[in-house]
C-alpha cells in the first residue's frame, strides 16, 4: 500500500501542489492590480511559443518547449504593456487584445509550418498529465532517503519545486516595493522607488510559474489557481500578507482535495472509473471560492464604504 | 505669450521648486504650456484655475509622473534627482482603490520606506513616527482599521501622513481639500500652516475660487498656460481670472477684488 502511494500518489500530490501554490502567490498581486486574466493570457500564448520553438529546433525535449513558452510568454507580456500604455486602454482589454492574436498566429503558424502533423495534444495540454506523473523507482517510503531512486523522480517535479522556492524568494525580497507599486504607483513613482520594473519582475515571474506548471499539469489548474484562491483569501481577510498566506494554504487544499477526490470521488457514486485530476483541482478551487464568496467576512464591493 | 500678472521675489536657486518654460501631457496637445513658476519657500501655494486647466498635469509634470515635453524644473536649484528625499507628494485621493487590504498604519509606513529599506525589519521607532504623523491628522485611534473603512475625508488624511512621516520639506498635494468633510478640511489646513510655520513649502492644487484667498498666501493661476503668480490678492484679480475663466467666472469670486 505504502509502495503503491509513493509510487503513484506522492509525485503528484506534490507536484501539484508546488503548481498551485507557485500559481496562487504572484496571483494575489495580479488580482489586485486588476491582472488577474495574466493566467489565461500566458496559457494561450504558449502555444505560437512551442510551435516556434519545434520549427526552430525541431525538437520536442521539455527545455526546448519550456524555453519556447517561456519565451512568448514574455513576448506577450511586452506587447501587453505596449499596447496598455500606447492605447491608453485597460489592462485586461490590452490582454484580450495580444492573447488572442497571438494564439491565433500560433494557430496558422502550427498549419503553414506542418507542425500540426506532430503529436500536440489539446487534451494533455488542457488536462495536463497529473496522473502520468508517476515514480517507478520508488519501492515505498525508504526510496525518498535514496540517491539512485530519487533520480528516478519526474523531472516536473524538480521544475516546480525550484519555479515555487523563486516564486516565494521574488516575493519575499520585493515584498515592501510590491504593495506600495501595486497600492499607489504614483507615490512610488514620486518617491523614486521603480514600480514599473517592480511590475515587470511579477509579470515575469508569473510568466515563469504559469509556463512550469502548464507543462507539468495543464492549462486548467494554472487559470484556475491564478484567480480562484487568492480572490477566496481576498475574500477571508483585509490584510495583505495574511491574505497571500491564506491563497497558498487554499490553493493547496484545493491540490490535495482535488487529487483525492478525482482518485477515489467517483466510486462513492458507485462510477467505477476516476475523473481528470486537474479538472477536479480547478473545481475544488472554485467551490472554496464560492464558500468564500457566500460566507467571507471581507465581502464588499470595491471602493464601497464598510465597517469592520 | 507671458504671464499677465507676475509678483515673484525669490530668486531660482532658493526657490523649492521653479519650473522653467515646462510643456507636458499625454502626448498630443500638451495639458500644460509653456509654464514658469517659482514658488515661495516657506509659504501655502494654490494652484488654481478651472477644470481641464492642467493643475494635476503640472503637479505631475514637476515630479516626472508624466513626460515633459519642454522645459526645466528644479528644486533649490537641484534636479529632482538630488532632490528627491526632501519632496513629499500626495496623490488624489481617487488614484487609489481604498479596498487595498493594507491598514491605516501600513500606508503611513509607507512614507519611511527611505529609512526602512527593502528587508530590514520595521522597528518601534519607525512605528512611532509613523502614529506621531497620524496623530498630527487625528487618526491615531484608527491606526489599525482597513483604508476601505476609513470615510473619504479620513482616507486624505492617511494620504497626508504618509506624506508628514517622509518628514519632507517640499509638500505637493493634488487636490488635498476637494469634497472633505469640515473636520478633515479643519484637520487637513491646521498641518498645511504648521508646515509652513516650521518653515517647509506647501503646493496644493485647488479648485475652490472663494476660499483660495482664507486659506493660501499665494497662488498660481493656471488655464494649460500660467496667468498670474503671486500673493493671492495681486494674482487673483478680476482682469486675471477673467483671462483664466473666461465667462465662466464663478460669482464667489467676486469677493476677491
Not at chain 1, 73 to 86: G, N, Q
Not at chain 2, 91 to 111: C, H, K, Y
Not at chain 2, 196 to 220: C, I, K, M, N
Request: charge should be positive; glycine fraction near 10%.
Amino acid at each position: 500500500m505504502d509502495a503503491v502511494f509513493v509510487q503513484l500518489s506522492l509525485p503528484p500530490l506534490v507536484i501539484g501542489v508546488c503548481a498551485a501554490v507557485a500559481c496562487a502567490l504572484p496571483g494575489n498581486f495580479l488580482l489586485l492590480r486588476r491582472q488577474a486574466m495574466l493566467g489565461d493570457a500566458v496559457a494561450h500564448v504558449v502555444l505560437p511559443g512551442l510551435v516556434l520553438a519545434f520549427v526552430v529546433t525541431g525538437s520536442l525535449a521539455a527545455p526546448v518547449m519550456i524555453g519556447g513558452a517561456l519565451g512568448a510568454a514574455l513576448l506577450s507580456v511586452a506587447l501587453i504593456e505596449a499596447v496598455r500604455r500606447l492605447g491608453r486602454i485597460e489592462p485586461g482589454a490590452a490582454m484580450g487584445a495580444v492573447f488572442t492574436t497571438l494564439f491565433a498566429i500560433g494557430v496558422v503558424l502550427l498549419e503553414v509550418t506542418g507542425a500540426s502533423g506532430v503529436h500536440l495534444d489539446v487534451e494533455h495540454a488542457l488536462m495536463g498529465n497529473l496522473e502520468s506523473l508517476i515514480w517507478f523507482d520508488a519501492t515505498g517510503w525508504a526510496s525518498l532517503l535514496d540517491p539512485a531512486a530519487l533520480a528516478g523522480l519526474p523531472p516536473q517535479l524538480g521544475r516546480m519545486a525550484a519555479v515555487l522556492f523563486m516564486v516565494i524568494l521574488v516575493l519575499w525580497l520585493l515584498r515592501r516595493p510590491l504593495a506600495v507599486a501595486t497600492f499607489d504607483e504614483g507615490f512610488a513613482r514620486a518617491t523614486g522607488q521603480r514600480p514599473g520594473l517592480v511590475g515587470m519582475i511579477l509579470v515575469a515571474l508569473s510568466a515563469a510559474a504559469a509556463v512550469t506548471a502548464f507543462e507539468a499539469v495543464g492549462a486548467i489548474i494554472v487559470i484556475a489557481m491564478f484567480t480562484a484562491p487568492p480572490a477566496a483569501a481576498r475574500l477571508l481577510t483585509g490584510r495583505l500578507w495574511t491574505q497571500v498566506r491564506l491563497s497558498a494554504l487554499i490553493a493547496a487544499i484545493s491540490a490535495i482535495l482535488g487529487y483525492v477526490l478525482a482518485g477515489h470521488g467517483p466510486l462513492w457514486f458507485g462510477i467505477p472509473h476516476a475523473v481528470s485530476a486537474a479538472g477536479m483541482i480547478a473545481v475544488v478551487a472554485g467551490i472554496i471560492l464560492a464558500g468564500a464568496a457566500a460566507f467571507g467576512p471581507h465581502r464588499r464591493r470595491s471602493g464601497a464604504f464598510v465597517t469592520s | 505669450m507671458n504671464a499677465i500678472g507676475r509678483f515673484v521675489e525669490t530668486p531660482l536657486e532658493e526657490s523649492p521648486l521653479a519650473i522653467r518654460g515646462l510643456s507636458a501631457g499625454y502626448g498630443g496637445l500638451p495639458a500644460v504650456l509653456d509654464a514658469d513658476v517659482t514658488v515661495a519657500p516657506a509659504a501655502l501655494t494654490a494652484i488654481i484655475g478651472p477644470n481641464g486647466a492642467g493643475k494635476s498635469t503640472l503637479l505631475k509634470a514637476v515630479l516626472g509622473l508624466i513626460p515633459r515635453q519642454a522645459g526645466q524644473v528644479t528644486f533649490w536649484g537641484m534636479p529632482l534627482v538630488q532632490a528627491r528625499s526632501r519632496i513629499a507628494y500626495v496623490p488624489q485621493r481617487a488614484s487609489v482603490d481604498w479596498g487595498f487590504p493594507v491598514t491605516v498604519m501600513d500606508v503611513a509606513l509607507q512614507g519611511l520606506h527611505r529609512e526602512i529599506g527593502l528587508l530590514r525589519p520595521i522597528r518601534a521607532h519607525h512605528r512611532a513616527r509613523a502614529q506621531q504623523a497620524l496623530e498630527r491628522v487625528g487618526l491615531a485611534e484608527l491606526a489599525h482599521r482597513q483604508i476601505g473603512a476609513l470615510s473619504g475625508g479620513q482616507q486624505q488624511r492617511v494620504f497626508l501622513a504618509r506624506a508628514l512621516a517622509q518628514g519632507a520639506d517640499l509638500f505637493l498635494l493634488d487636490e488635498p481639500l476637494a469634497g472633505v468633510d469640515a473636520a478633515t478640511e479643519d484637520a487637513i489646513l491646521a498641518v498645511l500652516r504648521a508646515l509652513r510655520d516650521e518653515g517647509r513649502t506647501v503646493v496644493a492644487v485647488h479648485h475652490d475660487l472663494s476660499t483660495v484667498a482664507a486659506w493660501f498666501d499665494r497662488a498660481v493661476l493656471l488655464n494649460r498656460r500660467v496667468l498670474a503668480e503671486g500673493p493671492v490678492g495681486l494674482a487673483l484679480t478680476a482682469r486675471t481670472l477673467q483671462g483664466a475663466y473666461g465667462g465662466r467666472l464663478p460669482a464667489e469670486a467676486g469677493g476677491l477684488r
